[in-house]
């Protein structure tokens, strides 16, 4: 296995990884909200902080680490358009994602504590999960136009 593509398998691996882990983090705590159910919403929640370290986070590191190796071992020029709109974009989207984090953390200890003291959830809440997603959407489209970027490679 060359170096070449022991990088790329990594860099689209933890491609995939971080869009599809995200969609499905998304899609899962969107539909449980939605539920109103406070238990759900409080499982769901700490299943997404949790997901979010264990998968999110190790790709958010691999994809650039990754994707700096492909440049320098295929000779493409750092200045190359594609690369740095592929960086820029995935800068917006990492800016999108890092108070998503934050969000998720408030959300899952209002969330706890709602449950824990059989309450509603207050709207605070609500105001949060409005906020988380609607950063998903600038992060999700930034993502979807790098994949674009890494496949087309545009002049």
Same mark, same amino acid.
Request: contains cysteine.
């Given at each position: 296995?060359?170096i070449y593509?022991?990088?790329?398998?990594?860099?689209?691996?933890?491609?995939?990884?971080?869009?599809?882990?995200?969609?499905?983090?998304?899609?899962?705590?969107?539909?449980?909200?939605?539920?109103?159910?406070?238990?759900?919403?409080?499982?769901?929640?700490e299943r997404?902080? @949790?997901?979010?370290?264990?998968?999110?986070?190790?790709?958010?590191?691999?994809?650039?680490?990754?994707?700096?190796?492909?440049?320098?071992?295929?000779?493409?020029?750092?200045?190359?358009?594609?690369?740095?709109?592929?960086?820029?974009?995935?800068?917006?989207?990492?800016?999108?994602?890092?108070?998503?984090?934050?969000?998720?953390?408030?959300?899952?200890?209002?969330?706890?504590?709602?449950?824990?003291?059989?309450?509603p959830l207050?709207?605070?809440?609500?105001?949060?999960?409005?906020?988380?997603?609607?950063?998903?959407?600038?992060?999700?489209?930034?993502?979807?136009?790098?994949?674009? @970027?890494?496949?087309?490679?545009?002049?």
């Open positions: 296995m060359t593509f022991a990088l790329k398998w990594l860099h689209i691996l933890s491609a995939t990884v971080l869009f599809g882990t995200g969609m499905g983090i998304a899609f899962f705590k969107w539909i449980t909200d939605r539920s109103g159910d406070t238990r759900a919403i409080r499982i769901i929640n997404t902080v @949790l997901a979010d370290w264990i998968f999110t986070t190790p790709a958010v590191i691999l994809q650039p680490v990754t994707g700096l190796g492909l440049v320098y071992v295929a000779g493409y020029p750092l200045l190359s358009g594609w690369i740095v709109w592929s960086t820029v974009l995935y800068l917006t989207a990492g800016a999108c994602w890092l108070p998503v984090l934050w969000l998720q953390i408030k959300m899952r200890d209002i969330a706890r504590k709602s449950d824990a003291e059989n309450m207050p709207i605070h809440y609500w105001q949060l999960a409005r906020s988380w997603f609607l950063l998903g959407i600038p992060a999700f489209a930034a993502l979807l136009i790098v994949y674009w @970027l890494m496949i087309v490679k545009p002049a």
